[in-house]
């Protein structure tokens, strides 16, 4: 049904509502294209006392460099679909040439800024305890990568920023401030007991964190509803300039909100047992038992995470609702502006979501009790 109404209103002749990417046609790499880069400065000390107690700081400083971009604009040109496999519909149409290259004219900035302090202290062969506390920041214009991409080439800094249909967009599509990572306080407080019990060790791990930051963007995931600037350019030349639903627009401050802070305790026993197997050789069995959120906390931190693997090590501000209606989305209630001129009004331009800041799944909650077992033998 979807493909009859799909074929009866034009097809593939229908205008293009963006500029598509065309495999083997757009976008396309020309010359050379390098990995982006860090430059990392860091520094340390640490402090031994005696045999039993050690205290060590870290600094870090990163800046980002070479971002993948997909530029657009009148100097790309256009390009033809010539692909002999492609449907008669589309060949020999023409598209807005994306190029994906490397940014180094410091239009975009990542940095990264921490220190990390460590302490441990061992009271006899059976009780040791210790803790790291990090305080961190991290901001900039792009997000530059994601954990299950690695570096991308475009995101939630706002689609390639100036450098895609520049005439279309503004500082309001890139805003300097806190990333999406930016964590700005995490610790973590261990202990671990050996009992009279020879092979058993008992441990519990707490940890401690503040909430990421996110802003009223307009972009769910890949759905990007923002504000409609072609009214308010002249067109210099494109074929298919972004519209309404290919422009991101930040409502507020990059960092406006924060993610509620993760409090957990987990708790592990661990119980290894020599076999002899003749002569110098040892087997070890071991088996341990986990206990993930012992108290079955729940704080809205975007830190939820499977519970077999990641466990929350991932904090996650897309698993909250960050929409925004707009003139885009909601034609009649609320009015069209020229952003590059007007501040939009709550209320009047824009509205957020009913559901703004609300969990769109279960890994927006901290990870559920979970109990885990492992066992085998070491040899």
Same mark, same amino acid.
């Given at each position: 049904m979807m493909f009859d109404w799909f074929n009866a209103n034009g097809a593939a002749t229908l205008p293009l509502t963006g500029s598509p990417s065309v495999r083997g046609v757009t976008p396309q790499v020309q010359g050379s294209l390098d990995s982006p880069f860090v430059w990392e400065y860091a520094t340390g000390v640490n402090r031994q006392f005696g045999s039993r107690a050690a205290i060590r700081a870290d600094f870090v400083y990163r800046e980002y460099g070479g971002f993948y971009i997909q530029r657009t604009d009148t100097t790309t040109g256009r390009a033809l679909d010539t692909r002999s496999? &492609?449907? &008669?519909? =589309?060949?020999?149409?023409a598209y807005d040439l994306t190029l994906l290259e490397n940014e180094n004219d410091g239009l975009l900035s990542r940095q990264y800024t921490g220190l990390?302090?460590? $302490?441990?202290?061992? &009271?006899?062969?059976?009780?040791?305890?210790?803790?790291?506390?990090?305080?961190?920041?991290?901001?900039?214009?792009?997000e530059g990568e994601t954990v299950p991409n690695g570096p991308?080439?475009?995101?939630?800094s706002g689609r390639e920023a100036v450098l895609s249909y520049p005439e279309?967009?503004? #500082?309001? %599509?890139?805003? %300097?401030?806190?990333?999406?990572?930016?964590? *700005?306080? *995490?610790? *973590?407080?261990?202990?671990?007991?050996?009992?009279?019990?020879?092979?058993?060790?008992?441990? =519990?791990?707490?940890?401690? #964190?503040?909430? =990421?930051?996110?802003?009223?963007? %307009?972009q769910n995931g890949s759905f990007v509803n923002g504000v409609d600037p072609r009214p308010y350019v002249t067109n210099p030349g494109y074929l298919?300039?972004?519209?309404? $639903?290919?422009?991101?627009?930040?409502?507020?401050? *990059?960092?406006?909100?924060?993610? #509620?802070?993760?409090?957990?305790?987990?708790?592990?026993?661990?119980?290894?047992?020599?076999?002899?197997?003749?002569?110098?050789?040892?087997?070890n069995f071991f088996i341990q038992t986990q206990v993930i959120n012992l108290f079955n906390q729940f704080q809205l931190c975007g830190c939820?995470?499977? $519970? &077999?693997?990641?466990?929350?090590?991932?904090?996650? %501000?897309?698993?909250?609702?960050?929409? =925004?209606?707009?003139?885009?989305?909601?034609?009649?209630?609320?009015?069209?502006?020229?952003?590059?001129?007007?501040?939009?009004? #709550?209320?009047?331009h824009w509205a957020k979501s009913p559901t703004f800041g609300l969990a769109l799944n279960r890994f927006a909650y901290t990870t559920p009790r979970t109990f885990r077992l492992t066992f085998g033998l070491r040899f």
């Open positions: 496999f &492609a449907p &008669a519909s =589309v060949r020999g149409r990390s302090l460590q $302490a441990q202290y061992r &009271a006899g062969t059976r009780f040791d305890f210790g803790g790291n506390y990090t305080i961190s920041r991290a901001w900039g214009n792009i991308i080439a475009s995101g939630a279309y967009r503004g #500082e309001w %599509n890139y805003p %300097n401030g806190d990333l999406s990572i930016d964590q *700005r306080h *995490r610790a *973590r407080l261990w202990l671990n007991v050996s009992p009279w019990v020879s092979g058993l060790t008992l441990s =519990v791990l707490q940890a401690l #964190e503040t909430g =990421v930051p996110y802003s009223a963007s %307009n298919n300039p972004p519209d309404g $639903a290919n422009t991101q627009y930040f409502f507020t401050a *990059r960092d406006a909100f924060r993610l #509620e802070g993760q409090k957990r305790t987990d708790f592990a026993a661990l119980y290894d047992f020599g076999l002899g197997v003749g002569g110098s050789r040892m087997l939820g995470g499977n $519970a &077999a693997f990641a466990l929350g090590g991932n904090v996650q %501000n897309q698993t909250v609702d960050t929409a =925004v209606r707009t003139n885009v989305t909601n034609p009649t209630l609320y009015q069209s502006f020229n952003p590059f001129t007007t501040t939009p009004v #709550e209320g009047v």
